[in-house]
């Protein structure tokens, strides 16, 4: 099938699905969240950076097992609706168009602020509107766009681990694992670097646009969980084995100062303009997902009708695209969101959350529930070892999100009365 009436046409193979999973993880996450991670947990960040990985593979299992069951856009909206019922179903896009759209804006932002630092807000709204574009003419320009960032971040990540281990002025004994902060400290740097490997379930929200979904998801959520992972363990390497623990924490821009601290510095500026692509490929497939979880969730009426709207021509729900773009652009012009990141990460977990519990459901034997009891356990804890901040604003998010679903059930059931 290729599209229906109101459907989204089937263009992506498996290679296309698992660039957009790689544009949304291989980001923005990886120039910018070693730092805080860092002084988290100290010499305990590859531990963290273990925790993250595991807890995103069971998430990506579970996910991916759905999204094969499921093949239809709105990932985990969908997935807790079907198997759980409507309300876990609403609670998960709630948190995802919530959390992701903050993380749109800020991700338009670390744009701004490596192209043009000072004039932040307004290459963050160019840069929403350009991408908007993109995605408004067809899921097959993203994908096309998609891969070139991958293969410009890609190749400067890998110019900066070859330059600094073969620096002579990386140490192996800063790579030592440490609990200097204890082991609350390594699950709050999880946490943080989980942000950046959430991308994973752009491919599950464009299920209804994968070719075989069944046979195409599950094999392109591993992969490309899998090769982010060992870019981000040989990054983490580079970047420790230069600065260590303590420079790494304290770093503004962690692999700018670690080509830096390598006697690299004519390398600097190539690093910054990497970030900024690689943050124009997160907030390419950022809108992507909010956009499609729209879409289902206003097919469903929990958002206005009029957004579930498909173009006839470009197959694409374009007024969930506008949408999420307008109310990104109007974040991304008066709000500086970069301490939103928190909050986003929380809003993230209790997505994930309810897609393992989703998935626990598919199957009774022990075995099969295994990975889905261990990502929820995963996600909860991570979840609430994030700053308290950052806890109790994603918290009360989430509460006003179950009010107004509430307050929605009690006024259609007084009407039908």
């Not at 989204?8 to 730092?35: C, E, H, K, P, Q």
């Not at 988290?40 to 097992?65: D, E, I, P, Q």
């Not at 082991?183 to 599950?204: M, T």
């Not at 830096?260 to 992507?288: E, K, N």
Request: proline share 4%.
């Amino acid at each position: 099938m290729t599209s229906t009436g109101t459907g989204l046409r089937r263009t992506l193979g498996v290679r296309d699905a698992v660039v957009v999973g790689l544009g949304s993880m291989i980001g923005a996450g990886v120039f910018s969240a070693l730092g805080p991670a860092a002084r988290a947990a100290g010499t305990g960040l590859l531990l963290g950076l273990a925790v993250a990985a595991a807890v995103a593979y069971c998430n990506a299992m579970s996910s991916a097992r759905l999204a094969a069951r499921y093949p239809a856009s709105g990932g985990t909206y969908v997935y807790g609706r079907e198997r759980l019922g409507p309300f876990w179903g609403y609670l998960a896009g709630w948190a995802f168009v919530v959390g992701k759209t903050a993380s749109c804006a800020a991700m338009a932002l670390t744009v701004g602020s490596y192209v043009w630092p000072g004039h932040e807000h307004v290459v963050a709204v160019a840069a929403v509107v350009v991408l908007t574009a993109v995605n408004y003419g067809g899921i097959q320009k993203s994908a096309w766009l998609t891969r070139v960032i991958v293969a410009v971040v890609l190749a400067v990540l890998a110019a900066v681990v070859v330059l600094c281990l073969a620096s002579g002025r990386a140490d192996a004994g800063r790579l030592d694992v440490g609990l200097p902060s204890g082991v609350g400290g390594v699950l709050q740097a999880a946490g943080l670097l989980f942000f950046a490997f959430a991308g994973y379930a752009r491919i599950a929200t464009l299920g209804e646009e994968v070719r075989d979904p069944a046979r195409t998801i599950p094999r392109a959520i591993p992969l490309a969980l899998g090769i982010t992972l060992v870019v981000y363990v040989a990054v983490a390497v580079a970047a420790l084995g230069v600065l260590g623990a303590g420079r790494l924490g304290h770093a503004a821009a962690p692999l700018a100062d670690a080509v830096r601290a390598a006697g690299v510095p004519s390398l600097v500026p190539v690093v910054r303009a990497g970030a900024a692509v690689a943050a124009l490929g997160s907030l390419l497939a950022l809108i992507l997902g909010v956009s499609r979880t729209t879409l289902a969730m206003a097919r469903d009426r929990h958002l206005p009708a009029a957004l579930a709207a498909v173009h006839p021509r470009f197959q694409v729900p374009h007024r969930a695209e506008l949408a999420v773009g307008a109310v990104v652009a109007v974040l991304a012009a008066t709000v500086d969101l970069r301490g939103a990141i928190g909050f986003s990460s929380f809003g993230v977990l209790a997505y994930y959350a309810v897609a393992n519990a989703s998935a626990w459901t598919l199957d009774p034997a022990p075995r099969a529930r295994l990975v889905p009891a261990v990502g929820l356990l995963g996600c909860a804890t991570l979840a609430f070892a994030l700053p308290a901040l950052s806890v109790a604003t994603g918290a009360g998010v989430l509460a006003v999100g179950v009010a107004a679903y509430g307050v929605r059930r009690w006024w259609g059931g007084r009407n039908a009365a």
